[in-house]
């Protein structure tokens, strides 16, 4: 093999390191993790003081809010960790015994179908808090419930053809 011309050879270092324009974008995810961590708290101290008068519905309501909160942190996570390790560089913690398992681990398939099935978890804990307002004052019109179903709809089908797709490819390589 001959050598490469230099100028090829230096865009394609500057290609290379271009991955790094990414970091500031999931140092801002980290700061959105944290407004998400100051929303969580906000609702939990808002409606602490008055659980002893809450209705059941109202607490189930609540709750279906703290978890549609922590999904969407579950989720902010694995996309931080997982895109700056598939993207920018990994993550040097080999030391650090409470590294989730599942760290270094996820390609971006992975991280495709864990994406779709935190969005259809987190649309499905939206659709459910709707469902508890049907036939009150201030609920849900049964044209926007019938959107938001829809909308769930077309989620969780695209979470399973994004599997499909991926187990068709990984079927088609161990055929090779």
Not at 150 to 162: E, I, N, P
Request: proline share 3%; net charge negative; aromatic share 10%.
């Amino acid at each position: 093999m001959g050598k490469e011309n230099p100028v090829e050879q230096g865009f394609e270092k500057l290609l290379f390191a271009s991955r790094w324009l990414l970091a500031p974008i999931y140092l801002g995810l980290v700061a959105a993790l944290g407004l998400l961590v100051v929303v969580f708290l906000r609702e939990l101290f808002h409606y602490l003081p008055m659980a002893l008068e809450m209705s059941d519905e109202k607490v189930i309501l609540l709750i279906l809010s703290l978890i549609d909160l922590a999904l969407a942190g579950n989720l902010l996570l694995i996309v931080i960790f997982s895109g700056y390790e598939n993207f920018v560089s990994k993550l040097d913690l080999d030391d650090e015994s409470d590294r989730p398992d599942w760290m270094g681990k996820i390609d971006f398939s992975g991280l495709k179908i864990k994406l779709i099935a935190s969005i259809v978890a987190i649309s499905a804990i939206q659709l459910l808090k709707q469902f508890m307002e049907v036939g009150k004052e201030a609920g849900v019109s049964p044209v926007e419930l019938r959107w938001l179903i829809a909308l769930h709809l077309t989620f969780v089908f695209s979470g399973v053809m994004m599997a499909v797709m991926d187990w068709l490819k990984a079927r088609s390589k161990s055929c090779d």
